[in-house]
C-alpha cells in the first residue's frame, strides 16, 4: 500500500459584494506526492541466485502471473524513461535486470524500474527497461498478453548511519 504525504493549502480570498457584504470564499487544495524510496530485502537478498542489484527490493505480482505489465495510468502518471531496449531474453534473466539498475541509477529522478521480455520465443526477443519516479507497489501490475514479466525494483531508503 502507498504511504502519501498530503500537502493541503487552505486559501481565503475576500470580496465585496453590491450590498456591502464581505464575502468570505476558501478553497481546500492537495497534491498527493508518492513513495520515492521503500524498505526490505534488497533483491540480492530475495534472488541470491542472480546477479548483485543492492539498491532495489524485486516486486512482483501478488498473483503468480509470468505475463503481467504495470497499469498503464500508474505508469504514464509516474514514468520518467523507457522503454530502454537491452538485448537480453528471458533465459538470461535476471541479468536484463541487473543492468537496468545502471540506467535507473544514471537518472537522477528514477526510483523503481520495471522489466518486460517482449517478442518471445522470436531472434528479435529483448528485454524492455521502463524507469519510473515512485517505487511500484505489487498492486500496480496487471494481467497481460505476449511477454514475460520481470518484475519490478524499487529504491530502498538510504540507511543514517549510526550515531559515533
Keep these: 500500500m502507498y504511504l502519501f504525504w498530503a ?3 487552505f486559501v481565503a480570498a475576500t470580496t465585496s459584494s453590491s450590498s456591502g457584504t464581505t464575502l468570505v470564499r476558501a478553497s481546500v487544495s ?3 506526492q508518492p513513495r520515492t524510496c521503500t524498505t526490505g530485502p534488497s533483491a540480492s537478498e530475495q534472488r541470491p541466485d542472480g ?3 543492492n539498491d532495489f527490493t524485486y516486486i512482483k505480482p501478488a498473483e503468480d502471473w509470468v505475463s503481467y505489465a504495470v497499469k498503464p495510468d500508474w505508469y504514464a502518471d509516474q514514468f520518467v ?3 530502454h531496449y537491452m538485448s537480453y531474453n528471458h533465459e538470461s534473466d535476471p ?3 541487473f543492468k537496468c539498475q545502471f540506467t535507473c541509477n544514471s537518472a537522477a ?3 523503481s524500474f520495471f522489466v ?3 517478442e518471445i520465443g522470436t531472434t528479435e526477443e529483448h528485454l524492455n527497461c521502463v524507469l519510473f519516479d515512485a517505487v511500484i507497489d505489487a498492486s ?3 494481467l497481460s498478453n505476449g511477454t514475460i514479466g520481470g518484475g519490478g525494483y524499487d529504491r530502498l531508503c538510504k540507511k543514517k548511519p549510526a550515531p559515533s
Design 7 to 9: 500537502a493541503v493549502a
Design 30 to 32: 492537495s497534491e498527493v
Design 51 to 53: 546477479f548483485p542489484i
Design 81 to 83: 524513461s523507457g522503454p
Design 95 to 97: 541479468f536484463g535486470a
Design 109 to 111: 529522478d528514477c526510483n
Design 116 to 118: 518486460w521480455y517482449a
Design 140 to 142: 500496480a501490475f496487471v
